[in-house]
């Protein structure tokens, strides 16, 4: 079954459920994540330099309700991939040139991604894969400055 265009998947937690370390460690990471900044130019880089967000990155933003913090992201049609995929390196489609994509994007935007794992990657029916569910995500500010290019060469 796929969803229409415009379909969202929402994930609904009790703000009870949450410690308040986490609440604020989510709210600081999905600022950081749909900031202008962040959707325009990487740190430490010229505003002459923009660095669209990679495809393998899903749009995601964090909502607030009653007694209730949300999740929403559009709906995405696909599978976990498996363990095979993620340690292959010859998947079709570049899996792991779209995971260092998105992973790089993050970092050179002061970002942590740290819920690496199969069910936190969807695998679409044309091969391409998206990496889902930011909350654990961290916001590192300089991070980059001191990684930046061991990582890129790591992740590459």
């Not at 964090?62 to 599978?79: D, E, I, K, N, T």
């Not at 199969?118 to 391409?128: K, T």
Request: aromatic fraction near 8%; charge should be negative.
């Amino acid at each position: 079954m796929s969803a229409a265009t415009g379909d969202y998947f929402v994930k609904l937690m009790q703000w009870d459920a949450v410690l308040p370390e986490v609440q604020k460690r989510m709210v600081r990471a999905y600022l950081a994540y749909n900031s202008p900044a962040a959707s325009s130019s990487a740190v430490g880089a010229s505003s002459a330099t923009p660095l669209p967000r990679p495809a393998s990155l899903c749009p995601a933003e964090l909502l607030f309700g009653c007694g209730v913090v949300a999740v929403q992201m559009p709906f995405l049609s696909g599978r976990p991939p498996s363990q095979e995929a993620l340690a292959s390196e010859t998947v079709p489609g570049g899996l792991l040139a779209s995971l260092a994509d998105a992973l790089v994007w993050l970092a050179l935007h002061d970002m942590l991604y740290t819920d690496l794992r199969p069910p936190s990657v969807i695998m679409l029916a044309d091969g391409d894969a998206r990496l889902v569910d930011y909350d654990g995500m961290r916001v590192v500010r300089g991070a980059w400055g001191t990684a930046g290019a061991v990582g890129v060469a790591s992740l590459r």
